[in-house]
């Protein structure tokens, strides 16, 4: 066997960079599996994030169809209201109509009334003159 002489270079070279250095097939692999692995949490990672927004995303879609339904039902409440406040209204209206036909009523009858008041009073003023013509006409007689 040659002896190598140190201070001779060898046809060799040793690499500069990790890029230059050999690689064996099985430290290829265990690389490989150890990037697999890596990917595969954080795949797993990202799948339970996701799930994990999923849930929050069901949680807020559930209050938001209970407020839904919250307003649906005071829709129909306030329809409701609205349509019995409806209802009273035309009550009330009818009934004005009905007291206005009333006072209307009143009024005319008033007027008959006021009539007959001015009739009557017109007939004491004529008699209390003619007594009065009569009485001056009996105590001028009288008088002669």
């Known amino acids: ?5 140190k201070n001779s270079k060898s046809k060799l070279k040793e690499p500069k ?20 692995r890596e990917i595969s949490t954080h795949l797993l990672e990202t799948k339970a994030g996701f799930a994990k927004h999923d849930a929050r995303f069901t949680k807020h ?5 209970e407020v839904h339904r919250e307003i649906s ?3 129909l409440e306030m329809r409701a ?6 209802a009273k209204f035309e009550e009330l209206k009818t009934q004005l109509t009905k007291m ?4 209307e009523d009143q009024n005319d009858r008033n ?6 008041w001015t009739t009557v009073y017109e007939k004491c003023v004529e008699t209390e003159n003619r007594v009065e ?9 009288k008088q002669k």
């Open 1 to 5: 066997m040659k002896k190598v002489k």
């Open 17 to 36: 960079r990790d890029r230059e250095l050999p690689v064996t097939k099985r430290y290829l692999e265990l690389t490989k599996q150890e990037i697999k």
């Open 61 to 65: 879609d559930a209050k938001f169809d």
């Open 73 to 75: 039902s005071l829709r």
């Open 81 to 86: 209201g609205f349509t019995m406040n409806e």
């Open 100 to 103: 206005l036909i009333l006072v």
């Open 111 to 116: 007027l008959v009334v006021l009539d007959a």
């Open 133 to 141: 013509e009569v009485e001056l006409r009996t105590s001028g007689s």
